[in-house]
């Protein structure tokens, strides 16, 4: 339900494009690719490798996820990433925002804070000060 609610966001923020018909079997391709994306958010996607799973070329594989989801495959997964680490940060309060960092896949905890505020809008510090206040 979840992933529906957050597909339903993302599609209703998308820019809007030319018509372009899109069909059922290339949407659920699109869909595997999100599936992949989201079973391992420590490792960024690889579009060759994308692209041959799901029997596409890398083009079209890009044009239609942008379509789809009203964005880049790398900036969808770094939106998805920053926000677990968000859930993370605000679910978990035994893990440090370092542990949060690390156990999404970064070694550089700098650029971590970068990403969180670009994608968040506030360092991951100050939103787990703010997610721990009642």
Do not use: W
């Not at 960092?101 to 809008?121: D, E, M, P, T």
């Amino acid at each position: 339900m979840e992933l529906l609610y957050h597909f339903f966001i993302r599609f209703s923020r998308r820019a809007t494009y030319d018509f372009m018909h899109v069909n059922k079997n290339d949407i659920e391709k699109i869909l595997g690719i999100e599936r992949i994306i989201l079973q391992d958010l420590r490792t960024p996607p690889k579009l060759p490798q994308l692209a041959r799973s799901i029997g596409m070329c890398e083009s079209k594989m890009k044009q239609l996820f942008k379509k789809i989801y009203g964005d880049s495959i790398y900036n969808y997964y770094l939106s998805v990433r920053m926000n677990e680490a968000a859930s993370l940060l605000k679910n978990d309060k035994s893990l440090s925002v370092s542990e949060v960092g690390y156990a999404l896949g970064f070694s550089n905890l700098s650029h971590f804070a970068q990403l969180f505020k670009r994608y968040i809008g506030v360092n991951p510090k100050e939103y787990a000060m703010i997610s721990s206040t009642p």
